[in-house]
T-cell receptor
Framework: GDSVTQMEGPVTLSEEAFLTINCTYTATGYPSLFWYVQYPGEGLQLLLKATKADDKGSNKGFEATYRKETTSFHLEKGSVQVSDSAVYFC???????????????FGTGTRLTIIP | NAGVTQTPKFRVLKTGQSMTLLCAQDMNHEYMYWYRQDPGMGLRLIHYSVGEGTTAKGEVPDGYNVSRLKKQNFLLGLESAAPSQTSVYFCASCRLAGGPEQFFGPGTRLTVL
């Protein structure tokens, strides 16, 4: 079945450092890929997404590129801020022509802490 | 527009007690989902619904039941709570033909003693 493997945390960085959180996936078809972010005490929010190979998703300075050849969707940000401290989840949804199958498979999450 | 709301936010149960978690969405979404979040395990799908009156099992359905009597509401029931059901529960919804992006509620933290 489908699966998502992401970098184990926790990750602690200094403000303005470069961030990479690795994510690789296994899927039988052509999935859509997502990064969700969970701030303390809140639910998950979509951060960015990519629906086909070579697509780059971006939002709030974060980027991730859908790499089919390496089955990866690594999250990057050039200069992190304290406000980026959160848990980040990589997820995939199998593409299906049969609507009703939009289920997400999540990675285990990576806790990121940014220190001033 | 409140999005996805969950009731209650916190609950403590004793083993064997029952309870119902309520999820409501005001975005007219067709699909709704219940997940549980446990440390080191990410989110796991319990049950989901593709429309009013329909439900289906997810990855970890045992010990839970659900109902979707109205399009905007999705209820998760625990008939006889067990300590293994201590978790944070998230509800999500998704729009038909809107792509697989899901919108999440704030969560319910449940402790079973």
């Amino acid at each position: 079945g489908d699966s998502v493997t992401q970098m184990e945390g926790p990750v602690t960085l200094s403000e303005e450092a470069f961030l990479t959180i690795n994510c690789t996936y296994t899927a039988t078809g052509y999935p859509s890929l997502f990064w969700y972010v969970q701030y303390p005490g809140e639910g998950l929010q979509l951060l960015l997404k990519a629906t086909k190979a070579d697509d780059k998703g971006s939002n709030k300075g974060f980027e991730a590129t859908y790499r089919k050849e390496t089955t990866s969707f690594h999250l990057e940000k050039g200069s992190v801020q304290v406000s980026d401290s959160a848990v980040y989840f990589c997820a995939l949804s199998e593409s299906s022509s049969n609507f009703g199958n939009e289920k997400l498979t999540f990675g285990t999450g990576t806790r990121l802490t940014i220190i001033p | 527009n409140a999005g996805v709301t969950q009731t209650p936010k916190f609950r403590v149960l004793k083993t064997g007690q029952s309870m119902t978690l309520l999820c409501a969405q005001d975005m007219n979404h067709e699909y709704m989902y219940w997940y549980r979040q446990d440390p080191g395990m990410g989110l796991r799908l319990i049950h989901y619904s593709v429309g009013e009156g329909t439900t289906a099992k997810g990855e970890v359905p045992d010990g839970y039941n659900v109902s979707r009597l109205k399009k905007q509401n999705f209820l998760l029931g625990l008939e006889s709570a067990a300590p293994s059901q201590t978790s944070v529960y998230f509800c999500a919804s998704c729009r038909l033909a809107g792509g697989p992006e899901q919108f999440f509620g704030p969560g319910t933290r449940l402790t079973v003693l």
